[in-house]
T-cell receptor, first 113, second 115 residues
Framework: AQSVTQPDIHITVSEGASLELRCNYS??????LFWYVQSPGQGLQLLLK??????LVQGIKGFEAEFKRSQSSFNLRKPSVHWSDAAEYFC???????????FGTGTRLKVLA | SAVISQKPSRDICQRGTSLTIQCQVD?????MFWYRQQPGQSLTLIAT?????????ESGFVIDKFPISRPNLTFSTLTVSNMSPEDSSIYLC????????????FGPGTRLTVT
């Protein structure tokens, strides 16, 4: 079945440490790919997106993500995490030929001071 | 990008009543969406709302329970009808970017508690 998987439900990192959040999808053609962040009590904010071209995309707040076709992955990274990055992160996919988002289950990030 | 506001931001309602949630976009958009986010869960699409046509509902959601209006290109409402405690969720609206862009911009959400 078509799906979006975020294997890590919770991740805890220390402030200043690097971060990688995983996202895998199972669709035949390369979909459009997105990462969103949801801070407590807030809506979703778009961090970055991939449609085509360069497989390493830069986003806001110092985040980047790399699309790897061979692994059907779109992992989010940040070299140095700040306490304000503590939030829920969602990977979303728009399968080719559609316009609807399919969301992953989310990864809750906790940052230790 | 688009800036989206929702009203109310939260509400506590009695079972059996209805609540209408408003969603306002600061620019004209073709496609708007309504999502439900149950506690600790991801987002589930309820329906797609296009101006000038009936909303398109996803499997498991019906118009009688979640009627949607889309009177113009900047506004939409979602009504949660005959509420039960199982309807306690965050309801979010979003708008799709213009120019063939697939990205969506989200409102802050409406946190609904049904007692």
């Amino acid at each position: 079945a078509q799906s979006v998987t975020q294997p890590d439900i919770h991740i805890t990192v220390s402030e200043g440490a690097s971060l990688e959040l995983r996202c895998n999808y199972s669709y035949g053609a390369t979909p459009y790919l997105f990462w969103y962040v949801q801070s407590p009590g807030q809506g979703l904010q778009l961090l970055l997106k991939y449609f085509s071209g360069d497989t390493l995309v830069q986003g806001i707040k110092g985040f980047e993500a790399e699309f790897k076709r061979s692994q059907s992955s779109f992992n989010l990274r940040k070299p140095s995490v700040h306490w304000s990055d503590a939030a829920e992160y969602f990977c979303a996919v728009v399968p080719s030929g559609t316009y609807k988002y399919i969301f992953g289950t989310g990864t809750r990030l906790k940052v230790l001071a | 990008s688009a800036v989206i506001s929702q009203k109310p931001s939260r509400d506590i309602c009695q079972r059996g009543t209805s609540l209408t949630i408003q969603c306002q976009v600061d620019s004209q958009v073709t496609m708007m969406f309504w999502y439900r986010q149950q506690p600790g869960q991801s987002l589930t699409l309820i329906a797609t709302a296009n101006q000038g046509s009936e909303a398109t509902y996803e499997s498991g959601f019906v118009i009688d329970k979640f009627p949607i209006s889309r009177p113009n290109l900047t506004f939409s409402t979602l009504t949660v009808s005959n509420m039960s405690p199982e309807d306690s969720s965050i309801y979010l609206c979003s708008a799709q970017g213009q120019g063939g862009s697939y990205e969506q911009y989200f409102g802050p959400g409406t946190r609904l508690t049904v007692t």
